[in-house]
């Protein structure tokens, strides 16, 4: 009925945010922290540990970026065909 139509819209809508979430921290992480860090060793100044642990985190990620974006692909990809076809 209409119910299991609401929920099965809602829950995709759900996991399209928690994918797009995803993305954006990554983005965030490999390419907008790193410019934070190039700016203040340029001043001389030393990061807040929060910040300077997420900068480390983005030079993980990209080192590893290519794999990364390749598994939110998959991931994807897996999602979708689970809400498409396994019913």
Do not use: H
Not at 43 to 67: E, H, R, V
Request: glycine share 6%; hydrophobic share 45%; proline share 2%.
């Amino acid at each position: 009925g209409m119910t299991g139509n609401f929920i099965n819209k809602q829950t995709t809508e759900i996991v399209y945010f928690v994918c797009y979430s995803a993305v954006i921290i990554i983005v965030m992480l490999t390419f907008v922290f790193p410019k934070f860090s190039e700016m203040y060793e340029g001043m001389g100044a030393n990061l807040p540990w929060i910040t300077q642990t997420c900068i480390d985190i983005g030079k993980f990620l990209a080192k590893s970026l290519s794999y990364s974006f390749f598994n939110v692909y998959l991931s994807y990809g897996k999602i979708n065909w689970y809400y498409r076809y396994s019913r």
